[in-house]
């Protein structure tokens, strides 16, 4: 069925070190990846996709890499700063849709 | 830079009531979307719409779920006789073309009491 599975659920890290999000989708024919960071009561917002067609990509200290033998894409925060701080989740395609991840609640500690 | 637009921002309503939740998506996306999170889960999707007519629908969209866009610009949610388990956050979204970029709007908190 369609589905997205995510980890970890929640995330600590110290400010100034790395945090890697994984999920993987279960559709071979899913095509769009975005990740999305919803801080609390706030819309998700868009922070980096990734196509199919593409094996990583990256915007300043956020990257994103795609497996589409394994079926799996990470999200990599480097240099990760307080402000970081939010659910961070990821999504795939199924149609016309966007079936997302269950989150991660990250945590930077300063 | 253009926003997509939810109101109203908080709607309370008793069980079996009516409820229209409304969205103005930006305004050259083809692409509109509904979706819902329950508090602390993830967001679920419910229903895509393209050309005015119904793309495609999850399982949570059942007869008691509606859209319309009922004028150029508004796309709106009515829920017929709203039940407990409906009090979620609604989130519009709109794209260009589909599986690119969804613009979320800021969300309907749905209380139903």
């Known amino acids: 069925g369609e589905n997205v599975e995510q980890h970890p659920s929640t995330l600590s890290v110290q400010e100034g070190d790395s945090a890697v999000i994984k999920c993987t989708y279960s559709d071979s024919a899913s095509n769009y990846f975005p990740w999305y960071k919803q801080e609390l009561g706030k819309r998700p917002q868009l922070i980096i996709d990734?196509?199919?067609?593409?094996g990583e990509k990256k915007d300043q200290r956020i990257a994103v890499t795609l497996n589409k033998t394994a079926k799996h894409f990470s999200l990599h925060i480097t240099e990760t700063q307080p402000e970081d701080s939010a659910v961070y989740f990821c999504a795939a395609s199924y149609g016309n849709k966007l079936v997302f991840g269950a989150g991660t609640i990250l945590r930077v500690k300063s | 830079e253009p926003e997509v637009t939810q109101t109203p921002s908080h709607q309370v309503t008793q069980m079996g009531q009516e409820v229209i939740l409304r969205c103005v998506p930006i305004?050259?996306?083809?692409?509109f979307y509904w979706y819902r999170q329950i508090l602390g889960q993830k967001v679920e999707f419910l229903v895509s719409?393209?050309?005015?007519?119904?793309?495609?629908k999850s399982e949570i969209f059942d007869d008691q779920f509606s859209v319309e866009r009922p004028d150029g610009s508004n796309f709106t949610l009515k829920i017929r006789s709203t039940k407990l388990e409906d009090s979620a956050m609604y989130f519009c979204?709109?794209?260009?073309?589909?599986?690119?970029?969804?613009?979320f709007g800021p969300g309907t908190r749905l209380t139903v009491l």
């Open positions: 305004s050259n996306h083809l692409y």
């Open positions: 990734i196509r199919s067609n593409v």
């Open positions: 979204a709109s794209s260009e073309a589909a599986t690119i970029e969804q613009f």
């Open positions: 719409f393209y050309n005015n007519e119904i793309s495609e």
